[in-house]
């Protein structure tokens, strides 16, 4: 079954860090790029981070640049997001999402397969 | 607040035809294809229109999207009441150098 599974949420206190994973099975994971998208309470998408397939081309949000990095482990599956000093306003449901080409960016970035996300709270 | 703009409601009854817009700017819908996504109530986004008007395998040709200048819209046909859902446009932009949202839609089947 083609699945994307994130894992690592939980509560943190402001300024601390924590690393969210992501296990993608049932594709060939190291043909696609991959992207973290949040969504905070009841509010609506924001796009995170993205990287392509061989990690070559990254990008972030303005929001996040300098305290998130998007890494990932072709041999493992895996996608990563290390968040480093989180503020409340960073509380969401994180989704992992599979890019549709190899590339972030370009004509191919859109996402074609979501996670069912993981849950961050930021709260002292 | 969303670089791309949308209504935070729509409604329409069963069987009724109702669209959504999107509006952006030039360096985003004016240059660059507009995704929706469909997201259910407690469930994640779904793609629902790629590159402006196309259809993923499985989605009901009940959808459909269309794009025009700097806006889009997303035409739902023959309404049902699993249609109720938030619905997100999306597109890249030139200027931020990744992908932006519409701040959503709540469609509501009365």
């Known amino acids: 079954e083609v699945q994307l599974v994130e894992s690592g949420g939980g509560l943190v206190q402001p300024g601390r860090s924590l690393r969210l994973s992501c296990a993608a099975s049932?594709?060939?994971?190291?043909?696609?790029?991959m992207h973290w998208v949040r969504q905070a309470p009841g509010k609506g998408l924001e796009w995170v981070s993205g990287?392509?397939?061989?990690?070559?081309?990254?990008g972030y949000a303005d929001s996040v640049k300098g305290r998130f990095t998007i890494s990932r482990d072709n041999a493992k599956n895996s996608l990563y997001l290390q968040m480093n000093s989180l503020r409340t306003e960073d509380m969401a449901l994180y989704y992992c999402?599979?890019?549709?080409?190899?590339?972030?960016?370009?004509?191919?970035?859109?996402?074609?397969?979501w996670g069912r996300g993981a849950l961050l709270t930021v709260s002292s | 607040q969303s670089v791309l703009t949308q209504p935070p409601s729509a409604s329409g009854t069963p069987g009724q035809r109702v669209t959504i817009s999107c509006s952006g700017s030039?360096?985003?819908?004016?240059?660059?294809?507009v995704y929706w996504y469909q997201q259910l109530p407690g469930t994640a986004p779904k793609l629902l229109i790629y590159?402006?008007?196309q259809r993923p395998s499985g989605v009901p040709d009940r959808f459909s999207g269309s794009i025009s200048g700097t806006s889009s819209s997303l035409a739902i046909s023959g309404l049902r009441s699993e249609d109720e859902a938030d619905y997100y446009c999306?597109?890249?932009?030139?200027?931020?150098?990744?992908?932006?949202f519409g701040g959503g839609t709540k469609l509501t089947v009365l």
């Open positions: 590159r402006s008007n």
């Open positions: 049932g594709f060939t994971f190291d043909d696609y790029a």
């Open positions: 999306a597109a890249w932009d030139d200027s931020l150098s990744g992908p932006v």
């Open positions: 990287i392509s397939w061989n990690s070559g081309s990254i």
């Open positions: 999402a599979k890019a549709s080409g190899s590339w972030y960016l370009g004509g191919d970035w859109y996402f074609d397969l």
């Open positions: 030039s360096s985003n819908i004016g240059s660059n294809y």
